[in-house]
C-alpha cells in the first residue's frame, strides 16, 4: 500500500521518480528473495562436502548480494560514485574483520540489528521527502544514522550490563 500510494503521488511530480520507486522495490524483493537463500544455503555449507576453493567463491557470490543493499543505501549519503564504492570497499573490509575478530563479542549486542534496520527506514523516509521536494539538511541523514545505531547500542550495553 506505501508503494503505492508512493507511486502514486511521484507520478504526478516526476514520473522518474515513480519509475525509481518501483525498481527500488523490486530490487529489494530480488535481494531478499537472494540473502534468505544464501542464509538457508550458508547452514548446508559447512556440512557439504565442496572443496575449500568452491565455498570462498559461494561466499564471495554472497557478499556480493549482500553489498547491493550498501550501494542503494550510500545514496542517502551522497550520489557521488566514486565515493560511494570507496565507503563500500572500506566498509566491507571493516565489517569482514570485525565479524571474524569479534563474532562472540558482537553476538552481545541484542538490539544493535534493531538500530541498523530503523536507521534504514529513517535514511529512507528522508530521501523520499527529498525526492518529493522537501529541503533536507545534508548533516540530517547522518545525524540520524548515528543517533539511531548509537541509541540500540547503548541499549545492548544496559542488557548486557543487567545480565551480567
Known amino acids: 500500500m506505501i ?3 508512493i507511486v502514486w503521488l511521484a507520478l504526478g511530480k516526476n514520473p522518474l ?3 525509481g520507486a518501483v525498481v527500488g522495490s523490486t530490487a529489494f524483493f530480488i ?3 537472494f540473502k534468505q537463500n ?3 544455503r550458508e547452514k548446508n555449507l559447512s556440512q557439504s562436502h565442496l572443496s575449500d576453493l568452491s565455498k570462498i567463491l559461494y561466499l564471495e557470490v554472497i557478499d556480493a548480494t549482500f553489498s547491493i543493499d550498501g550501494v542503494l543505501g550510500a545514496f542517502a549519503f551522497t550520489l557521488s560514485v566514486p565515493l560511494i564504492l570507496i565507503g563500500n570497499g572500506i566498509g566491507a ?3 569482514r574483520q570485525l565479524t571474524i575478530g569479534n563474532i562472540e563479542r558482537i553476538k552481545k549486542y541484542l538490539y544493535l540489528k534493531n ?3 530503523y536507521s534504514i527506514l529513517f535514511l529512507g523516509m528522508i530521501m523520499l521527502l527529498d525526492g518529493f521536494g522537501f529541503h533536507i539538511p545534508s ?3 547522518p545525524v540520524v544514522t548515528f543517533t539511531a545505531v548509537g ?3 547503548y541499549k545492548s550495553k544496559l542488557e548486557n550490563n543487567y545480565s551480567i
Do not use: D, N, P, R
Open 3 to 5: 508503494l503505492a500510494i
Open 17 to 19: 521518480m515513480a519509475f
Open 31 to 33: 535481494t531478499h528473495g
Open 38 to 40: 544464501a542464509e538457508q
Open 93 to 95: 573490509v571493516v565489517v
Open 115 to 117: 538500530g541498523a534496520m
Open 139 to 141: 548533516w540530517l541523514s
Open 151 to 153: 541509541y540500540f547500542f
